[in-house]
C-alpha cells in the first residue's frame, strides 16, 4: 500500500500515527471482545509498515439492547403452542432421538460474508490456556458489517443437548460438558449442529484473564444491587464491594459479578444476561483508554488465551475493522435458548429442555435477519 503524503507540520504525522495504532487496538477489542488482545501485538508494527496514518476519530455510541424474546410478551396462543412443542419433546421416551436427528440432519448451516461469527469460551482452569474443563461461558460474538452491529449471544450452559467430537464419537450431556468431552471441536460442534450455522473462530480464555484485563483497563462500571454486592462479599469473603448505578467494579469484583447465579430467580439466565454486561462494558471502556493502557492490555494477557485464528487472519481483520470503523458499531445481546423455546426439568439432574429447531430458527434471524428453517 503507498504511503500517505502528509500536508501539515512534522508534528502531524506521528500525531495521526498514534491515533491510528490507538484504533488499530481498539478495534481488534471489538473484532474479539478483548480476550485476544493478547495475540496482536505485530499488529501495530504492521499497520506502521503499510503506512496508514489516518483514521477518522468517531463519536462513542456504544448503546446496548437486548433483542430477546420473552416469553410473557407472547400472545396466549403462541405460549400454548411453544409449552406444546417442548412438553412434548420432555415426554418422549426416544428424547435422545430427537436430538440425535436434528443434530445429524441435512439442514444447511447458515453463514455470510458479511458476518464474522466468534464463539468465546470461558474456562475456569487456574491460569494457563485453558485447554480442557467444562465451559461456563459460551458465548457467540457476531460482527455484521453490513448493519453495524455486534450481537452478543449467551448459550445457556443447562441446555440438554446431543452433539459430536472431531471423531465422530457421540455424547448427551449439558452443552458446557461439550469442551471437557472434546475440546473446543467438540463445542464448536454442538453450536454449529444444533444451531444450524457456521462458526468461524473461537477464543478459549481463563477466567483469570478477565480480572486481569479488567484490572488493566481501570475497572468497569456497571449497575450492582445490594444484594449482589453482598452475595460477592459473602462468596469471596471480601468487603467493600459497591453497588448502586454505575459503580466502578475492579477485576475480582467484576468477575464475581458476571459468575454468581444462586442468588437469581432465574439462575443461569441472569448470569449469562451479566456476562454480557461485562463485555459490553469493557467494550465501553476501552474506547475512552490512551494508547498505552491498551497496550498493556496487550501485554497482560498472552498465557490466558488459547484461539484458532491465525495471525495473518487477525491482521486482515484489524484492517478491515478499522476501515469499517468496527469500533463503533452497536452491541446487541441475546440468548439461546429463548424464554419461548426451553422448559425446566428436573430429572436426574437439573437442565433446559430446549426446542432446538425454533431456537436454531430464532439465532439464525438475529444474527443473520432471516432462517432456513421452516417450522412445521
Known sequence: MEKQVASASAEKPEKKKKGTLKKVILSIVIILLVIILALIGGIMIYMNSIGINHVDSTDDNSGSKDDSVL?????????????DMITAIRDNSDISTTLYNWYTNDGDHMASNNVLNILIVGIDASGGVPMQGNSDVMMLASVDKKNGRITLCSFLRDSYTYFEDSDGSGYYSKLNAAYAYGGADCLMNAIEYNYKIDVDYFVAVDFEAFEKVIDAIGGVNLDVTQKEAQAMEDYANISGVPYGENVLLNGEQALLFSRMRKIYVTGDVQRAENQRKVINAIIKKSRTLGLSDLNNVVQTLGEYVYT????????????????????????????????????EYNGSSWMWMVDYPYSAQYVQKQIFGESNIVIQ
Open 71 to 83: 416469553y410473557e410478551d407472547l400472545a396466549e396462543e403462541e405460549k400454548k403452542e411453544y409449552y
Open 308 to 343: 484458532d485464528c491465525p495471525m495473518t487472519k487477525i491482521i486482515s481483520l484489524g484492517t478491515n475493522a478499522i476501515l469499517g470503523k468496527w469500533y463503533n458499531f452497536q452491541v446487541y445481546s441475546m440468548e439461546a435458548p429463548p424464554l419461548s423455546a426451553r422448559e
